[in-house]
């Protein structure tokens, strides 16, 4: 055993690989900071916009800087013309939405500003991602794609895109609480990803990419579509123990449940729930809401049952669905959704690894044979272990 064997942490948990001043993650207190704001205090209050340029620049902005910021967004939003053909094609071949992000994020550098050219790069990478979200989904349901409208925020017009009417202020308001939830969570492993890709000296498309790539996995960003196919197939409350007692002892997981750093109740799915209850108050039936609060019960009850001592806790993605939900937003939508938030934090970290970068490169532990021989072409069968 030498000394990389005795430093070998699985999936890296608890290993401090970055230094931030973006995000912090308490995850046994239940805390989330956002560059020093509790997420409580400021999710449910800010714009998007305003979230995104604080995480950019460290403070928020006034009303000029945000003015100015929401502009610099707009005018970056236009997609090249090779995304939408790959668009059109992903859309019309069924390739699933994260797919489609992920194909046509790389074709951003077609028609992207100069990194030379203060936020101009950066602002066009987030601003596109709702247009190629929304597209997606139009051309998938045989619709024609919307542009951006000119004036509305990055939330209103996503979802302008999305319904082609003007959303009402309230779904508005649901929306950014949502975005402003998830733009940012320490070194989870999309972060992780994009810091591994920048700090190489590569570029944020390549990160945008890779990040992409890694959110999209259920154990990550892919598990609110799940969720909430879960409560619609429990479909009663009282249906609820039977179904998730059937999924426990057949070893699955229960998605939208446990989390590598809470142990406690992710603050983000208190946050998400509340604004959950307000939107579906507001639309008079509160019937997906409460079947919900029970399935939630129910899990956890049978959680502690089945894995006793795990200390498995909601997450945020079973209220990112319900909320979601609840939005108008198509299931098929969820990750996409999320990854729109997302990538403004990933853009403000891998902006940060520039600022301080030293190249991400740990070691790993061989665990693989030895002093093997050679053993020419010709003399080699499948038992002489060539195969
Ligand atoms: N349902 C049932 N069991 C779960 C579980 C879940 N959602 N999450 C973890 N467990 C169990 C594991 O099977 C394991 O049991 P064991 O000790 O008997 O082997 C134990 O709890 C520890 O799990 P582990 O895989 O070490 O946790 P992790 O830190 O690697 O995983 C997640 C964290 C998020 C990947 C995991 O909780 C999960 O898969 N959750 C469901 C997917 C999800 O909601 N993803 C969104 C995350 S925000």
Redesign the pocket.
Known sequence: MNDNQSHYIP?LEGVVAAQTRLSHVDGEAGELVIAGFPLEEIAPRAAFEEMVYLLWSGELPTARQLEEFRFLLAENSRLPAAVLDVLRAAASTGVDSMEALRMTAGLLSLDLPSDSQGWAQDAALLARLPVMAATWWRLRSGLQPLEPPPGMGLASSYLYMLRGSEPHPAHVRALETYLNTVIDHGLNASTFTARVIISTGSDLVSALVGAIGALKG???GG?PGPALQMVFEIGDPDQAEAYLRKK?ESGE????????VYKVRDPRADVLAAAAETLYRQAGDMRLYELARAVERKALEL?EEY?PG?R?QT???FYTALLLHGLEIPLELFTPTFTISRAAGWIAHCREQQRENRLIRPQSQYTGPRDRRWVPLEKRTESSGAS
């Open positions: 999936g259920p154990l990550h598990a426990l997981r229960l998605m939208g449940f446990g989390h590598r959680l894995k795990r498995l997450n945020v993605e």
